[in-house]
């Protein structure tokens, strides 16, 4: 009779989930978001078309090798996305997730709900996470299906000038999709985090935006290279590592390391904050 009981007054999490993500995918705002990304290739492949490539010397390195090589674009292009569109994107939906709730007077009704605190902020961090991976996979199918109609190539000529089948270069494509997933879910955590702090949407992605302008600028210090492995945002161009032949795994698994620890820390600030604020 207990169990029953103990049943009929927690919500069920599958549900739960549901609703989140039911939320999550139809904001306006969201599916607004997910188009810009998914048009940011397209853009960059025609200018690439139009203009006959870039000068080798401007830009990114991956960017000078995208004319006829049509599997670097969706690469280059997370490589511009995550300076700053990507990470704005993330830091919107986690300023939705908990600032958003309060700021609208949902977030008591939520509170009141049959669900810890804990297990709302990991219902919102999954949230945060889908919109996260759809947003980089937007990137990385435009990318490709653009590269390979407008830009031209099927194989992937390589910054070390071999030359990779399809399916390869495809697999190398998903590699770096996967790694900034991962790079913009530490992202998603410290402004979820900021999220639990402030019932103000637009301080969060002020908040996480700014935060990064500064550890770009830290960044680029070398009086202050002691300081660089700390900061989430180095590193963030060694997705093009997945353009060499053979890779670096180096810069790469030490990005996931420091991402990783970006998600613990972010996750684990807004547990410890939502379980003793007051709404």
């Not at 301080?203 to 996480?208: E, G, L, Q, R, W």
């Amino acid at each position: 009779m207990t169990t029953a009981v103990a049943a009929r007054t927690t919500a069920p999490l599958g549900r739960v989930l549901l609703a989140e993500l039911r939320w999550v995918l139809r904001r306006p705002r969201n599916l607004a978001s997910l188009a810009v990304l998914a048009l940011m290739p397209v853009l960059i492949g025609i200018a690439v078309v139009l203009t006959g490539g870039p000068d080798g010397g401007d830009g990114p390195p991956a960017l000078a090798t995208v004319a006829g090589n049509g599997l670097v674009l969706p690469v280059a292009t997370l490589v511009l996305a995550q300076s700053m569109l990507l990470p704005l994107v993330v830091s919107m939906t986690a300023a939705d997730a908990l600032a958003g709730e309060s700021a609208h007077g949902t977030l008591r009704g939520l509170v009141m709900a049959p669900i810890s605190r804990t297990r709302l902020v990991g219902v919102k961090a999954v949230g945060v996470l889908v919109m996260t991976v759809l947003s980089v996979v937007v990137i990385g199918v435009s990318g490709v299906l653009t590269g390979l109609v407008i830009v031209g190539g099927g194989d992937l000529v390589t910054m070390s000038g071999t030359t990779l089948p399809m399916g390869s270069g495809l697999g190398r494509v998903a590699l770096a999709v996967g790694w900034s997933v991962v790079q913009m879910a530490a992202v998603g955590a410290i402004a979820l985090a900021i999220s639990s702090f402030t019932d103000h949407p637009l301080m969060v992605m002020v908040t996480t935006m700014g935060a990064l302008i500064v550890f770009g600028v830290l960044g680029a210090l070398p009086a202050l290279d002691w300081l660089h492995p700390l900061l989430i945002t180095k590193g963030w161009a060694s997705v093009m590592e997945v353009l060499r032949d053979p890779i670096a795994t180096g810069p790469l698994v030490d990005g996931l390391l420091r991402a990783g620890c970006y998600v613990v820390i972010g996750v684990s600030a807004a547990v410890f904050r939502m379980s003793s604020k007051d709404v």
